[in-house]
């Protein structure tokens, strides 16, 4: 049985950077993800392999937690199992005792890029380091190791002109008084969210994405 290879669909627009110095990364929306994999991919469904137990989470050896994810078709055949380690927000794995709600919720949406770009190459490039294109020009990945350049920080009154609809408007208030990185994280989830509906526009959604790295560069 064979599924899709959704290769070069992420494009120049889709992608974004989080963090700063040596954990500044690119990456794209898991909403965005989803919706690549609806469109292009239809039947095809995503699931986390439970324990013998009934749990979500299963248990490494060195006591920290990941999940085992698989996609399905409309036809109900599998794909593989994909690992998945549950993280904090640099990335380093959790011990299985501390493992929340929230982590088990994030660690679903990053399991579902991660299992979309190894089983279908969606968003591969990414992973790769790869040049990825938009319709006219691409824009070249760094191929080293070394941490990418931070966006430059947007003036205040050019913000201020960028966020036009109510949605953007409540959506930097709220950037402006989160107060940790949790925080910023949800915030971002909801307005990725917000984005993908259509509540706001592409100029409005980078100048919040922008504020949220700001936001998230305070808190630390």
């Known amino acids: 049985m064979t599924f899709p290879n959704l290769a070069g669909l992420i494009k120049k627009d889709d992608v974004y950077q989080k963090g700063s110095g040596n954990f500044t990364a690119n990456y794209v929306a898991w909403a965005r993800i989803a919706q690549l994999l609806h469109e292009h991919a239809p039947g095809v469904d995503f699931h986390l392999e439970p324990t013998k137990e009934g749990s979500i989470i299963h248990k490494a050896p060195d006591g920290t937690g990941y999940v085992l994810c698989?996609?399905?078709n409309a036809d109900g055949f599998s794909t593989s199992?994909?690992?998945f380690p549950c993280m904090d927000h640099r990335n380093n794995p959790i011990q299985f005792d501390k493992i929340s709600a929230r982590v088990l919720t994030d660690t679903h949406r990053r399991a579902l890029c991660a299992s979309a770009a190894f089983h279908f190459s969606l968003g591969s490039e990414l992973w790769a380091r790869q040049e990825i294109e938009d319709e006219c020009d691409p824009i070249q990945q760094h191929q080293s190791p070394?941490?990418?350049?931070k966006l430059a920080p947007t003036?205040?009154?050019?913000?201020?002109?960028?966020?036009?609809s109510q949605a953007a408007k409540a959506g930097?208030?709220?950037?402006?008084?989160?107060?940790?990185?949790?925080q910023v994280a949800a915030l971002t989830e909801r307005l990725t969210a917000r984005y993908t509906a259509g509540d706001l526009s592409e100029s409005e959604n980078q100048a919040l994405m922008q504020m949220l790295l700001e936001q998230e560069d305070k808190i630390k």
């Open 70 to 72: 698989y996609f399905t």
């Open 155 to 164: 003036k205040p009154a050019e913000k201020d002109s960028q966020l036009q």
């Open 172 to 182: 930097a208030k709220a950037i402006a008084n989160a107060k940790t990185l949790d």
């Open 81 to 83: 199992h994909f690992p």
């Open 146 to 149: 070394m941490p990418q350049k």
